[in-house]
């Protein structure tokens, strides 16, 4: 036998009882990953929920197969071609040039297996860019460290999100302040919030019920209350029958147009009547606006602002940080105002969503940190 003529090698039939065990494995996985419960760890509250689980549990099972036909192969042949007792140090391999029939096979079923991926994920991913009719059009905005939301005719930004079941939603997501990503597990859908661009997608949901919202990039020291969320800012999209969706829009929608009403042109301090100001009203107002960028600790014990203890009753304390004596009226010109100085900025009325009585709340209540 000439010496350069490829050896025929058989496969046998040991190789053969190999390939029906690892196929019976592949076929188990396989329909453990059709039947797997997800929605028993997350529901699916959206149609996207249910066409991204249906390309995972795609993708999974022919992961896994391939997995354990790739791992199978590797231990069965590193046992059968393993170096005998007795085979010479210098024993060489078998050597195997060109396969043409086998090379066709792994060309074309890779290719085609890439292809049908490749359709499924753009089918899903078209659904999820472009709009259809009649959608119901909601911002999300990423705040350090909360979300607000828009309305189409709701005045201002609100502090939850209520979704209709059934009504097709294109949701917007952007950022006031650092990059943030909008997470809604229950959706499967994820969107980085970026200031100044706007992320978007498309759904409709499917199944009521409230669900977390998780900020999923580092985006500052409260970074954790964008999953948690607080009272005044809870980090949940409700969704809801249409009937009761539509009587808490309609609510939200007068709330806001008074709310709105109450924010006048800003005054000058002096024509604000700071007495009789309710310090009460006042600490709910700061839990709300304020404690996400203040403690009530010493002026020293910084959040994104200084600590407020004392701002009013401090000797050691005789300015505000823009230099004014520590008067109410001078707090309240900051509140007004807002300030940028070394430490940052301090957002003004309209940024803070105050009204001319939050203001006056908001310096009674200060003046009661001693
Ligand atoms: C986004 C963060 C942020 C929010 C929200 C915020 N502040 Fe500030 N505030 C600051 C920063 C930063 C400063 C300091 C500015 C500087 O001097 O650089 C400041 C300064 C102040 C000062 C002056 C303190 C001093 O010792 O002179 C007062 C008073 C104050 N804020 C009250 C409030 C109140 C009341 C609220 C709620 C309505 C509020 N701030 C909301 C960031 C914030
Ligand atoms: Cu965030």
Redesign the pocket.
């Known amino acids: 036998m000439p010496e350069n003529r490829d050896p025929v090698v058989h496969l046998d039939r040991q190789f053969w009882i190999v390939t029906a065990v690892l196929a019976v494995l592949a076929l188990i996985s396989i329909l453990w990953w059709v039947w797997a419960p997800i929605t028993s760890i997350m529901p699916e509250a959206v149609d996207k929920a249910q066409q991204i689980d249906a390309l995972f549990r795609f993708l999974a099972a022919s992961g896994t197969a391939l997995f354990i036909f790739v791992c199978g192969y590797i231990v069965y042949f590193s046992l059968a071609f393993r170096r005998h007792a007795g085979t010479p140090d210098d024993a060489v391999g078998i050597q195997i040039h060109d396969n043409n029939k086998l090379e066709t096979w792994w060309t074309i079923v890779p290719t085609v297996f890439v292809v049908i991926m490749a359709i499924f994920s753009l089918r899903i991913w078209y659904g999820i860019e472009v709009a259809p009719n009649n959608t119901l059009v909601v911002e999300a905005i990423g705040h350090q460290w909360y979300y607000t939301f828009r309305y189409p005719n709701v005045n201002g930004e609100i502090s939850e999100m209520h979704l209709p079941l059934g009504q097709p939603v294109t949701l917007h997501v952007t950022s006031s302040d650092v990059i943030h990503s909008f997470w809604i597990p229950a959706m499967r859908l994820k969107a980085d919030m970026v200031p100044g661009l706007i992320n978007t997608f498309e759904f409709t949901p499917t199944r009521p019920g409230k669900y977390e919202i998780i900020c999923t990039e580092f985006c500052g020291t409260l970074h954790g209350e964008m999953h948690s969320g607080t009272t005044q800012n809870p980090a949940y999209v409700y969704i809801d029958q249409p009937a009761t969706y539509a009587a808490w829009y309609a609510r939200t929608e007068r709330q806001q147009i008074h709310a709105s009403n109450a924010i006048a042109a800003p005054v000058s301090p002096n024509q604000l009547k700071l007495n009789g100001g309710d310090p009460k009203a006042g600490a709910k107002?700061?839990a709300a606006?304020?404690s996400?960028?203040?403690a009530i600790g010493p002026?020293d014990q910084r959040i994104?602002?200084?600590g407020?203890r004392g701002?009013l009753n401090d000797p050691a304390?005789p300015q505000?940080?823009d230099g004014d004596k520590a008067t109410p009226e001078n707090?309240a010109k900051?509140?007004e105002n807002g300030?940028?100085?070394?430490?940052?900025?301090?957002?003004n009325q309209a940024a803070?969503g105050?009204s001319n009585k939050d203001i006056v709340n908001?310096v009674a209540y200060?003046k009661t940190l001693k």
């Open positions: 107002l700061f606006k304020c996400a960028c203040h002026f994104v602002g200084p407020l701002v304390h505000l940080v707090v900051i509140l300030f940028k100085g070394s430490i940052g900025q301090m957002p803070n105050l908001l200060l």
